[in-house]
Each structure stands twice: as structure tokens, then as C-alpha cells.
């Protein structure tokens, strides 16, 4: 009779197998042999583009100030295409078209049963809009890509600059690796580790305390023998928190990912009563995300009984 010892261990060199061998995969823009250098309007010689672009960016934030309505939202994203597509040697720009997807198919599309597979096309979107802003932002790194090397080999290349681009890289790959299953999930881990661990060390503040949220929710969800750790976890919420408690997400996620991981169920009920019963505008410029994560808690709460024994 096998032992339980051999048991465990063949069950984890299993799940190993099964992470390596049937998880999804997508091909990056810097493997991708149609993929240029991004061009600029000068370039093109495009009578009026600067002015052109000023128009669209102006456009794309005024609807996107409205992003609760989804039809606004895709209305930003829309101008923020056509501006990319004039010119893409700017990394901001392709960080707010990531977001812009990012936003759309995590705050909207999520919502509804019939759109799955949108949302997985945007978070897609997303994360390859990223990518091109990644290849705008460090010329070296664009030329390393292109001669095949993996991005966590020359995350040292980024700068501070580079650091909305590879959070919403991360956040956009993430989703949809997570949304493919857990296979496609650990394959991808050491990689968005690497990523996120500069964007931490560059700017741990970005947008509410972003690279501290990603890393509790990285923790929390991969295996001990694939790197998870709940008292890394609790710390990177925790920081995250405290870098911007008015941010609902963070709680969201601490409930979803550690509370539940941890069986913590009072924590869980905690963390999303204080979303569902906060005032979503106590933070304005967030008010639209937070408003999709009291739904999200809704939700959420709602599945205590099947998520805790």
C-alpha cells in the first residue's frame, strides 16, 4: 500500500506536470515576427497629428470619467485606440488603454455570464497594450525582446517610468491566466513575479498601493510548493491598506484570496462589510472601481457558507 507520504508527493509532482503540461498559453507582441517599433506622427509625416492626439486624449478622459457607464468607458478606450494608433511612442498612453481594458472587462464584463469570452479577449487586449507600452518606454528592453530573451531575465532595464505598464501588464495577464484555470496560472507565476517584484521596488505606491495588493493576492493564491505563503499574503494587504484604506479592491481581494485561503471567516466578513456598507465616493477618483467591488462583496458574501467548512 502506498504510503500517505508518497501519496502527497506524487500528488504535487503531478499538479507540477499538469501546471507545465495543460496550461494555456498567448504569445507576447515582442514574439509576435508582424510587430514593429512604434510610430510616431512625425514620423509619418501626419499634417496636424500632435493636435490630432491632444483632441483624442482630451476626449478619452472625459469619457472616462464616466466609466461607470460601460458605453463611456468604451468610448475612452475607443479615443485612446485611435491616439495610440497615430502615435505609440507614448508609455502613457498605452498604460490608460491597458487600464481602460482592464476596467471594462474586470468591472463590467465579469458581471454577466454571456460575456466570458469577451472578457477574456480584453484582459488579452489589455495585456498586450502593456506590452507595446513596455517596448515604447525602454528601447533597450524592446531591442532584448526582440532578440528572445524572457522578461524576467531584464526587468532591471525598467525605471520608475515603466511602472503603469507593468503593473497593468501584470494586473490584465493575471486575470486572464487566473480565468484560463490554475494550471495557466502557476505557469505564468515566475514570471509576473519577477515583473511585479521591480514594480514593487520602483514605485510600491502606484495607483493605491497596486504592486502590495497584486503580491497578497500572488501569495494567497499559488500552492506552498509553487511559492504561496499566507504571512506574506496578510503582510502585502496589510501594507496595501494602509497605503490607501478608502481603496475597496484591496479588501475584496483580502477576503477572497487570504481570508478564505486562511479560513478566516471573520476576517472575510469584516474586510467586505467595511466595502458594503463604505461610501464608494470617500475616494472620488476611484469611485467607479469602487463601486464595482461592492458588488463584487455582494457577491462574495453571499458565497460564505460554500467557501468556508
Not at 481603496?247 to 485561503?261: N, Q
Not at 465616493?281 to 460554500?306: C, I, S, V, Y
Amino acid at each position: 500500500m502506498t504510503s500517505h507520504r508518497s501519496t502527497v508527493v506524487l500528488s504535487l509532482a503531478a499538479c507540477a506536470l499538469l501546471s507545465v503540461g495543460c496550461g494555456s498559453s498567448r504569445q507576447s507582441v515582442w514574439e509576435d515576427d508582424t510587430t514593429t517599433a512604434p510610430t510616431t506622427a512625425a514620423q509619418n509625416a501626419t499634417p496636424g497629428a500632435a493636435d490630432q492626439r491632444t483632441t483624442l486624449l482630451t476626449e478619452a478622459t472625459a469619457a472616462w470619467a464616466e466609466r461607470s457607464d460601460e458605453a463611456k468607458l468604451r468610448l475612452a478606450i475607443e479615443k485612446w485606440e485611435a491616439a495610440v494608433a497615430l502615435d505609440g511612442t507614448h508609455a502613457d498612453d498605452w498604460a490608460a488603454l491597458s487600464h481602460g481594458y482592464y476596467f471594462l472587462a474586470d468591472g463590467h464584463l465579469s458581471f454577466d455570464e454571456a460575456k466570458q469570452e469577451e472578457m477574456m479577449a480584453t484582459f488579452e487586449k489589455g495585456t498586450r497594450a502593456a506590452e507595446k507600452g513596455l517596448l515604447a518606454v525602454s528601447p533597450a528592453f524592446a531591442a532584448r525582446m526582440h532578440e528572445g530573451a524572457r522578461i524576467e531575465e531584464v526587468v532591471s532595464l525598467f525605471e520608475r517610468d515603466a511602472v503603469p505598464c507593468l503593473y497593468w501588464r501584470s494586473a490584465n495577464l493575471g486575470k486572464w491566466a487566473s480565468a484560463q484555470g490554475f494550471a495557466t496560472l502557476v505557469s505564468y507565476k515566475d514570471e509576473i513575479r519577477a515583473v511585479m517584484t521591480r514594480a514593487l521596488a520602483l514605485d510600491a505606491n502606484y495607483f493605491y498601493g497596486a504592486p502590495h495588493r497584486y503580491f497578497g493576492a500572488f501569495f494567497a493564491r499559488a500552492p506552498a510548493y509553487s511559492g504561496g505563503d499566507l504571512n506574506m499574503s496578510k503582510e502585502h494587504f496589510e501594507a496595501s491598506i494602509a497605503q490607501e484604506p478608502r481603496y475597496f479592491a484591496t479588501h475584496v481581494l483580502y477576503a477572497g484570496d487570504y481570508a478564505v485561503k486562511s479560513q478566516n471567516r471573520a476576517l472575510f466578513t469584516e474586510q467586505l462589510n467595511l466595502v458594503i456598507n463604505g461610501d464608494p465616493q470617500a475616494l472620488p477618483e476611484a469611485g467607479p472601481e469602487n463601486l464595482a467591488e461592492q458588488r463584487k462583496a455582494r457577491e462574495l458574501l453571499a458565497r460564505a457558507d460554500e467557501l468556508f467548512e
